[in-house]
């Protein structure tokens, strides 16, 4: 079945600097979605992003939907502690079958 | 509601015993998810539901979990003689429709002693 793969697993990350992480797979998707968990809580949609080369903003969190389709990138300008969590991106599993698949995460710890 | 609402939202049980966990999506929503997530591991998923179509069961890890959604909104969970590694986080997530943004409910902490 489809598998994503996101990296790096973890991150470890001073207050201020600027974070890159990706989700990759040998699948093509239409739809890519990031979330975020913070301890103790369910998955929260950050991004969503729906086509190719799409390039989406939300605050401080950009996320692009790669132009091959099989990949998508978030990046996380100027850090600041409550980034703090694990970030996954998901994809729908395929065409006329729309079940979500959610990556391996990306943990991340921001140093004061 | 205004969100996913899961119940109860911690279980200890004792091993063998069978429990139900509860999941009210948002309403309006046709699509409902369910996933399993151990101690610092990733979402791990179970059954899918799309309006009245048959759910995608091919997560389930064995016969004892089932699931059903009743009138198309609220969903139960039910794990059978349940086994110590059934301890984990089970989150439910609903959709407009399949395939776009899920939102997640605060999940159900099943512990078995």
């Known amino acids: 079945g489809q598998q994503l793969n996101q990296s790096p697993q973890s991150m470890f990350i001073q207050e201020g600097e600027d974070v890159s992480m990706n989700c990759t797979s040998s699948?093509?998707?239409?739809?890519w979605l990031w979330y975020k968990q913070d301890p103790g809580e369910g998955p929260v949609l950050l991004i969503a992003?729906?086509?190719?080369?799409e390039l989406t903003s939300n605050g401080r969190l950009t996320a692009q939907f790669g132009i091959t389709r099989k990949d998508s990138f978030l990046n996380i300008s100027a850090s600041i502690p409550s980034d703090v969590g694990i970030y996954f991106c998901?994809?729908?599993?395929?065409?006329?079958?729309?079940?979500?698949?959610f990556g391996t995460g990306t943990r991340l710890t921001v140093i004061p | 509601g205004a969100g996913v609402s899961q119940s109860p939202s911690n279980k200890v049980t004792e091993k063998g015993k069978d429990v139900e966990l509860r999941c009210d999506p948002i309403s309006g929503h046709t699509a409902l998810y369910w996933y399993r997530q151990s101690l610092g591991q990733g979402l791990e998923f179970l059954i899918y539901?799309?309006?009245?179509?048959?759910?995608?069961k091919s997560g389930l890890p064995s016969d004892r979990f089932s699931a059903e959604r009743t009138g198309g909104s609220v969903s139960t969970l039910t794990i059978q003689r349940t086994q110590q590694e059934d301890s984990a986080v089970y989150l439910c997530a609903s959709s407009k429709t399949g395939g776009t943004e899920a939102f997640f409910g605060q999940g159900t902490r099943l512990t078995v002693v």
């Open positions: 998901a994809a729908p599993a395929g065409r006329g079958a729309n079940n979500l698949f």
């Open positions: 699948s093509i998707f239409n739809t």
């Open positions: 992003l729906y086509k190719a080369g």
């Open positions: 539901f799309q309006g009245n179509s048959a759910p995608d």
